[in-house]
């Protein structure tokens, strides 16, 4: 009985333990003022090699935002990619067939950009972070 008593401490233990460590994921409206937050203290930072905290956040929150809630959010894009071209905003958002990227990195600098491969309903279907160097 002892043992049986023991045993269930010690896992009840080892769940309150487990469920401590495990943090819930954000929300769409944490996780874009949070990269916007990077990329303002990004701008005033020297150039450097060290990646900004913030390109660890999941972007999987952002899956399905439209173009035009997440260039809101963060500003203009860095600049603009699609098949074999690349350019650069001429307004709050890239041509309708250019995808978006954000630099999270000074000017000057490397490190990771976020892209935002956009869908036939100008939403962003899949977004992820790719390092530049």
């Not at 071209?85 to 954000?102: E, Y």
Request: overall charge positive; some cysteine; aromatic content about 6%.
């Amino acid at each position: 009985m002892i043992r049986f008593g023991a045993v269930t401490l010690c896992l009840l233990a080892a769940g309150l333990v487990a469920c401590r460590s495990t943090t819930p994921p954000l929300s769409r409206a944490e996780v874009l003022n949070a990269l916007h937050q990077c990329l303002v203290t990004v701008s005033k930072q020297l150039p450097t090699d060290k990646l900004p905290p913030c390109t660890k956040i999941d972007p999987a929150p952002l899956y399905g935002i439209p173009r035009a809630e997440i260039a809101a959010a963060l500003g203009p894009p860095s600049f603009c990619m699609g098949l074999g071209a690349r350019g650069f905003p001429t307004g709050p958002d890239c041509p309708s067939g250019l995808n978006p990227w954000w630099s999270f990195y000074p000017e000057g600098g490397s490190g990771q950009d976020l892209s935002c491969e956009t869908n036939e309903k100008q939403r962003c279907g899949v977004l992820r972070w790719s390092r530049q160097q």
